[in-house]
């Protein structure tokens, strides 16, 4: 069976599918597609594939952007790991899905029957969605508004950096007779004044560094030394309240652990489901008729590897004792 595969090229087909799939469950799922052994079974998947193609055909692809498996990122949660800030966007990412896929659905007027429940067991949570993107900025960075304190902690330091700046400025001016350099420099994270070695006791303060030579000391002044103080302080508050808002975002996605879990299950399922119907649009294929007679009748059936301006379709009929179906209908393409 694994030779007629070969023959068949059915693993180039298989990755031809795959290549339409938006999340990693989908396309592993397609790449390792086994045979039915029900024949019931097989049926009902590719009544539900026929009820994706028509959807498909009506409403164009599947609003499905790339996703990320974030079963690591549900169970760091579940067990009380504060998310990173990457870590809650590819779950927003998720959400966001959830909300276009539900739009998708709600926008088709036809009936849906087969795959109801996958649509309808979406629930996602938009309040998170909208609370995760107001604290969360599309670099990752922490917003400003995350909360109030987070603002005032920011807002102080901004203040204090200008302090900082305007104060080392003013030593620009009036030590300028004792500095070896009329521009600040930055040694550990702080700026610096390079004081002539010969002035080095005419400025108090912290030296950081002095030169190769030993002619220039890189000397922090007293007075920016305790403002600089203050704001390691207020940075140090300022990453407690970041923490602080990573951990309530993440409590929420603890508390959503079950339901998010489904969600991704079932757009995975979604996303297998209309990655083949793609496939099946793209080619022009329909449903087939299976059955248990013994007889497999192809009417103009077309490789799907090949150009398909090119090839030219055949009908083919072979009388077998015991015949296996794949789950994908894509070799009776074109009946």
């Known amino acids: 069976m694994l030779d007629s595969y070969k023959v068949l090229e059915f693993p180039r087909i298989l990755n031809s599918v795959s290549q339409n799939c938006k999340t990693e469950i989908a396309r592993k799922k397609v790449l390792h597609l086994e045979m039915y052994d029900n024949l019931d ?6 009544d539900r594939l026929e009820e ?10 599947l609003p499905l952007a790339l996703l990320t498996d974030i079963s690591a990122y549900l169970a760091k949660a579940k067990m009380d790991g504060t998310l990173a800030p990457e870590e809650l966007m590819a779950i927003d990412h998720m959400l966001e899905n959830i909300f276009q896929i539900t739009n998708y659905f709600k926008a088709y007027e036809g009936e849906i029957k ?3 429940d996958y649509v309808e067991g979406l629930e996602g949570d938009n309040g998170l969605h909208i609370e995760i993107n107001r604290c969360i900025m599309p670099d990752g960075s922490i917003s400003d508004h995350a909360s109030e304190t987070l603002y005032r902690i920011r807002k102080s330091m901004h203040a204090l950096e200008g ?6 400025e003013g030593y620009l001016k009036s030590e300028k007779n004792s500095l070896s350099m009329d521009t600040l420099s930055s040694k550990n994270d702080r700026l ?11 400025i108090k303060g912290l030296v950081h560094a002095t030169s190769a030579s030993g002619q220039t000391f890189f000397i922090e002044p007293e007075s920016v030394v305790r403002m600089n103080n203050e704001l390691n302080e207020l940075r140090s508050q300022e990453q407690a309240e970041i923490t602080k808002i990573l951990h309530n975002l993440t409590r929420r996605v603890k508390h959503n652990y079950t339901r998010f879990y489904f969600d991704q299950e079932l757009m995975s399922e979604l996303d297998f489901i209309f990655a083949k119907a793609r496939f099946g649009c793209e080619l022009d294929c329909v449903k087939p008729d299976v059955n248990e007679t013994g007889i497999l009748e192809l009417k103009q059936a077309r490789h799907p590897l ?6 030219i379709p055949n009908d083919i009929i072979i009388a077998i004792i015991i015949i296996f179906f794949k789950l994908l209908f894509i070799f009776f393409s074109s009946f």
């Open 41 to 46: 079974d097989l049926h009902e998947e590719l």
């Open 52 to 61: 994706a193609m028509t959807i498909h055909r009506i409403m164009g692809t």
């Open 114 to 116: 087969l795959l109801r």
């Open 163 to 168: 302090h900082i700046r305007h104060s080392m």
């Open 192 to 202: 610096v004044l390079a004081v002539k070695a010969p002035h080095k006791n005419d």
């Open 306 to 311: 090949i150009d398909q301006d090119k090839i």
